[in-house]
């Protein structure tokens, strides 16, 4: 388990689709433990495999976030469904992205259902901040960033001070998605 370089805005592999896992092996075992203590590093709610340059479907989740009361801290090839229409807006922030916080529409309700690292079923339910993250989450593990998920005006305030980042220097321009979401 190591702590890792969290890749940021711009960087190809954020916005590829991730695939599926089919072993739940050692290797395996070391990617939950490298999310788990990269997340634990920078103290963020979330962290996906293509955030440290890995494309397949598992992403850590700080244990200690409300609502979590399984403990859960990863989630293996999750698959998310929303048990009604209930939105919250609030603020979101990304890793990959640092320094830029906006507020970000997302469900407010969710179940999540997955596989630990030992491929046992899991399934997650979850609101609030718990399902804001484990709907970011995923989104990274479809290639899509939340700042996809703003309107023009907000992506771009983003992408004017993404401009004067000085850890964007030299990175290529970031795609911007249009999300049907």
């Not at 916005?15 to 990617?31: G, H, K, M, N, S």
């Not at 990269?38 to 979330?46: D, H, P, V």
């Not at 598992?58 to 859960?72: E, R, S, T």
């Not at 529409?105 to 999540?112: C, E, Q």
Request: proline share 7%.
């Amino acid at each position: 388990m190591t702590v890792v370089s969290i890749r940021k805005v711009g960087d190809p592999v954020l916005r590829q689709i991730a695939a599926p896992v089919t072993d739940f092996d050692a290797e395996l075992d070391r990617l939950v433990g490298d999310l788990t203590q990269t997340l634990a590093q920078s103290r963020g709610a979330g962290l996906a495999a293509p955030q440290i340059g890995v494309g397949l479907r598992v992403f850590a989740i700080n244990p200690d976030l409300p609502g979590n009361d399984l403990k859960l801290d990863h989630l293996v090839n999750p698959v998310l469904e929303f048990p009604d229409e209930e939105e919250q807006y609030g603020p979101e922030g990304c890793l990959s992205i640092p320094g830029i916080y906006l507020d970000t529409k997302r469900r407010m309700n969710v179940s999540a259902k997955g596989f630990t690292k030992k491929g046992d079923p899991v399934q997650v339910v979850g609101d609030g901040i718990l399902a804001r993250c484990m709907q970011h989450e995923t989104d990274h593990l479809d290639g899509i960033l939340f700042i996809d998920r703003q309107d023009a005006e907000g992506r771009q305030r983003i992408l004017d001070t993404l401009r004067e980042a000085a850890w964007f220097e030299g990175l290529p321009a970031p795609a911007v998605k249009v999300s049907p979401h």
